[in-house]
Antibody, heavy 122, light 105 residues
Framework: QVQLVESGGGVVQPGGSLRLSCAAS????????MQWVRQAPGKGLVWVAF????????FYADSVKGRFTISRDNSNNTLHLQMDSLTPEDTALYYC???????????????WGRGTMVTVSS | IQLTQSPSLLSASVGDRVTITCRAS??????LAWYQQKLGKAPKLVIY???ILQSGVPSRFSGTGSGTEFTLTISSLQPEDFATYYC?????????FGGGTKVEI
């Protein structure tokens, strides 16, 4: 079945770095745009980043631009989020999600992982 | 683009017809999606492109709108519909979510 499994979360000190991964299975990963979305404890959803199906373009939320980098390895069906210069405001559950349509644009998210928790604290 | 959902909290009963509104700070054509999230679970896509029902979602859910004002309607609220609902605009980057509407008993 179609599945996304995030990993790489943990506790990190302010100013530190983490690299999240999202393993995809059950669909042709290289055909779909992917997004990261985060949710702080008890708060709403916040969009983080998007990467095109072929990795040729990416976009970021203003709050993470210049600090986070989204990438993908289509040969290994894996999505990544490199997070640098972390602050306590980055503390959240991070979800990866797949877009609805292959090679789509302006697409919603039809498959979500369970998320991986990132805690930034000294 | 900012998305404002209203109400933020909606108290309703089983069988009620409920409507949630999402207003965009600028026009987003029809590029709006709705998600349902239950406590401790990942969000679930309900509607995309304003009015297209995601596969497997009951037909009591419907979406309308265009430009800057959008609505999600549940025609007859069922016990499994009590959750938080979020809208997301997909018209332009950075993408954004609304603040959420909690539907409670």
């Amino acid at each position: 079945q179609v599945q996304l499994v995030e990993s790489g979360g943990g506790v990190v000190q302010p100013g530190g770095s983490l690299r999240l991964s999202c393993a995809a299975s059950g669909f042709t990963f290289s055909h779909y745009g992917m997004q990261w979305v985060r949710q702080a404890p008890g708060k709403g959803l916040v969009w983080v980043a998007f990467i095109r199906f072929d990795g040729s373009s990416s976009f970021y939320a203003d709050s993470v631009k210049g600090r986070f980098t989204i990438s993908r390895d289509n040969s290994n069906n894996t999505l990544h989020l490199q997070m640098d210069s972390l602050t306590p405001e980055d503390t959240a559950l991070y979800y990866c999600a797949k877009e609805v349509e292959a090679f789509g644009t302006r697409d919603a998210l039809d498959v979500w992982g369970r998320g991986t928790m990132v805690t930034v604290s000294s | 683009i900012q998305l404002t959902q209203s109400p933020s909290l909606l108290s309703a009963s089983v069988g009620d017809r409920v409507t949630i509104t999402c207003r965009a700070s600028q026009g987003i054509s029809v590029y709006l999606a709705w998600y349902q999230q239950k406590l401790g679970k990942a969000p679930k896509l309900v509607i995309y492109s304003t009015s297209i029902l995601q596969s497997g979602v009951p037909s009591r859910f419907s979406g309308t709108g265009s430009g800057t004002e959008f609505t999600l309607t549940i025609s007859s609220l069922q016990p499994e519909d009590f959750a938080t609902y979020y809208c997301q605009q997909l018209n332009s980057y950075p993408l954004t979510f609304g603040g959420g509407t909690k539907v409670e008993i």
